[in-house]
């Protein structure tokens, strides 16, 4: 079936720096999301993407939709304790599911350096 | 505006036993969808549920099952409890279908001993 691989699995963030990670496919995804994930919680939606080519930010968050309807980037600016969690990309399969059918990557995971 | 809640929030169960989770979306919800979240195999569709009818159904064996209330409200049952069972078990909410997100409880942390 359809998967999701995301990367890095794992990063460490100092306060200040630039967080990127990204989300590919080898099928083809029309819609993509965002979520991130504290511990004891659910995942929260950050960004979602409609169409290729799609650059969409939320705050210091900023995603975009591959033109090949394959990957799709997050980068985090500035980052800041709180960004710490585990980033999840998702997107419905392509046999016509909807949002509330979705295939999620294995996350990243974001921890701040010792 | 309330969120998503579920319960129980933390539930130790034998197994062979059988298990109820029950949600309640947002007020004004109506689409509701489970989840499954494990450190192998991450975050697995279950069931997504609209206006009482199960709309999909992940690859899950039939000891997994689910109904949606009239009021919106959903449960899940788990029958003859594995050991495989163990996991976080999430429940999403959307008013309607189409875009935007589903907005996600805090989950239910199922463990089979």
């Known amino acids: 079936g359809q998967q999701l691989n995301q990367s890095p699995q794992s990063m460490f963030i100092q306060e200040g720096e630039d967080v990127s990670m990204n989300c590919t496919s080898s099928?083809?995804?029309?819609?993509w999301l965002w979520y991130k994930q504290d511990p004891g919680e659910g995942p929260v939606l950050l960004i979602a993407?409609?169409?290729?080519?799609e650059l969409t930010s939320n705050g210091r968050l900023t995603a975009q939709f591959g033109i090949t309807r394959k990957d799709s980037f997050l980068n985090i600016s500035a980052s800041i304790p709180s960004d710490v969690g585990i980033y999840f990309c998702a997107g419905p399969p392509d046999y016509g599911g909807s949002q509330g059918n979705l295939i999620f990557g294995k996350g990243t995971k974001l921890s701040v350096k010792p | 505006k309330a969120g998503v809640t579920q319960t129980p929030r933390y539930l130790i169960k034998t197994r062979g036993q059988q298990v109820t989770l029950s949600c309640s979306p947002i007020s004004g919800h109506r689409s509701v969808s489970w989840y499954q979240q494990t450190p192998g195999q991450g975050l697995q569709f279950l069931f997504e549920?609209?206006?009482?009818?199960?709309?999909n159904k992940g690859n899950f064996p039939g000891r997994f099952s689910g109904r949606q209330f009239s009021n919106s409200r959903s449960e899940m049952n788990v029958s003859t409890l594995e050991l495989g069972d163990s996991a976080l078990y999430l429940c999403?909410?959307?008013?309607?279908?189409?875009?935007?997100?589903?907005?996600f409880g805090s989950g239910t942390r199922l463990t089979v001993v």
């Open positions: 993407l409609y169409k290729a080519g």
């Open positions: 099928s083809i995804f029309n819609t």
């Open positions: 999403a909410s959307k008013m309607i279908q189409g875009r935007g997100g589903y907005t």
């Open positions: 549920y609209f206006s009482e009818t199960q709309r």
